[in-house]
C-alpha cells in the first residue's frame, strides 16, 4: 500500500520588487515555506517541501482550512504526496550555494528564472543520461 497524503497549504501571491511569484506554507505542518513563480510551480515546490519536512516524522493530523483565516493575497491549495515515490527518488534535499556570474544572475531575475530547479534538472539530466 502506498503513503500517499494530501495536506492544503496557504498560496500567497506576491507582486513586490522581486516581482510576481508564490509563497507556500502550511499551519499543517509548522516550518514548511516553499516559493515558486506559478501556482502550478508552488504546489510541485510544496510536494517535495512537505516530503522533506514529514520524512521520517509521526504524520500531523490535516487541518480544516475553512478555520483559517486568510488574507487578501491568500487563497488555499490542496497537495498531494506520495511518500513512496518521493523516497525513492530522493530522501532527502541538501541546500547548495552556488557562484555564478552577475550578469546570468540579473538575466535570471528579470526572466524570474528558478536557478535551484534549473540546476536541479540539469544535474537530473546527466544523472539519468549516464547513470549515477
Do not use: C, F
Not at 15 to 26: A, K, R
Not at 30 to 40: C, E, F, I, N, R
Not at 45 to 68: C, F, H, N, R, Y
Not at 83 to 111: F, H
Amino acid at each position: 500500500m502506498t503513503d500517499k497524503l494530501v495536506y492544503p497549504i496557504i498560496a500567497q501571491e506576491n507582486n513586490d520588487e522581486d516581482g510576481h511569484y508564490y509563497v507556500g506554507y502550511s499551519p499543517n505542518i509548522p516550518g514548511m515555506v516553499t516559493q515558486a513563480d506559478s501556482l502550478v510551480e508552488l504546489a510541485v515546490s510544496a510536494e517535495d517541501a512537505i516530503a522533506t519536512m514529514l520524512d521520517g516524522k509521526k504524520l500531523p493530523e490535516v487541518q480544516d482550512p475553512k478555520t483559517w483565516h486568510l488574507q487578501t493575497n491568500e487563497s488555499t491549495l490542496y497537495v498531494s504526496v506520495d511518500m513512496d515515490a518521493w523516497a525513492g527518488k530522493s530522501s532527502k534535499k541538501v541546500k547548495r550555494s552556488i557562484t555564478v556570474p552577475e550578469y546570468l544572475n540579473d538575466m535570471a531575475k528579470k526572466r524570474k528564472i528558478n536557478v535551484s530547479r534549473l540546476t536541479t534538472d540539469a544535474l537530473e539530466d546527466i544523472y539519468n543520461s549516464v547513470g549515477n
